[in-house]
């Protein structure tokens, strides 16, 4: 198969869908994609995207931390760091979430295994899922964790979990509505989906447009509003219920983007553009760079 022309929006089936940017994969190929919105639900997406069996070579770079966990560079190391406080601050909202208890959690693209390990110390029983076997080896090497490829997603028995995340994950699946309705099926009926994805409707994106570099074609298949994932939950018996910024992320999204800029890194344009783009969502949480949305069943 090659690349993979959509003619009608993913989410709401509308015609109306047009080229808005086109941009550059800075971190693996170099090639250009076309990114296009639809003007019904306000969804966007790659446009002629890899398939699922071509899409593997655009993450094979040392760069991509999900997959390589590389500390080399000031931009991942800075990133391990916030690492750290961020799981602590995941563990919390599941606890949250949960009623104060540990329960029976699914992480979908789990990478590494950090966040799981993070929630196996605190008592919870964790399943993993995970496309990438290098990825998964690093998982069993650096964790002792043993992930599942992604495709037992579809043999997991019906009501089972009571809580499914997916961080930074949902923008990558090309299944995306056979995902969404298996997670409806495993997941207990008071059980809650998490789903963090970054914003294009943020200041961050605003203000770097093709630079910016949470678009990362054509690995980022969609690139999602509020609106758009609201309609998109909606479609399979989902609602959100509300979301959370991720506060954190502006600011690491503006430190890649001005590099991809400027062929070089300007932290202190970064710092304050990531100030900016979080003083603008504390006024509007739907501005944030990226955002968490935590979801329940209907």
Known sequence: MGPIHITACPVCSSGSIQPVVTLQDYSVSRETFEIWECAQCSFRFT??????????????????????DTNKGFINRLYHIVRRY??????NLLKKENAGQS?????????????????KA??????????????????????GLSLYDTDTLFQLPASTFDIITLWHVLEHVHALHAY???????????????IAVPNYCSEDA????????????????????????????????????????????????????????????NLPAAFWQGLKS?????????????????????
């Open 47 to 68: 446009q002629n995207i890899p398939d699922q069996t071509a899409i593997a070579p655009y993450y094979k770079s040392e760069n991509y931390i999900s997959h390589s």
């Open 86 to 91: 961020t799981l602590g601050s995941k563990r």
């Open 103 to 119: 329960g029976r959690l699914l992480d979908v693209g789990a990478g590494t295994g950090a966040f799981l390990l993070e929630m």
């Open 122 to 143: 605190a008592g919870w029983d964790i399943t993993g899922l995970e496309p990438d076997m290098d990825a998964m080896k690093l998982a069993q090497q650096k964790t």
């Open 180 to 194: 969404l309705d298996q997670f409806h099926t495993i997941l207990k009926q008071d059980g809650t989906l998490l």
């Open 206 to 265: 605003n203000h770097y447009q093709q630079y910016w570099a949470a678009y990362d074609v054509p690995r980022h298949l969609y690139h999602f509003s509020p609106k758009s994932m609201r309609t998109l939950m909606e479609n399979h018996g989902f609602s959100v219920q509300r979301i959370q910024p991720m506060w954190f992320d502006s600011f690491y999204v503006s430190m890649l983007s001005e590099t991809y800029r400027k062929g070089r890194s």
């Open 278 to 298: 979080n003083l603008s969502a504390m006024h509007n949480r739907e501005k944030a760079s990226s955002l968490i949305y935590v979801i329940k069943k209907n």
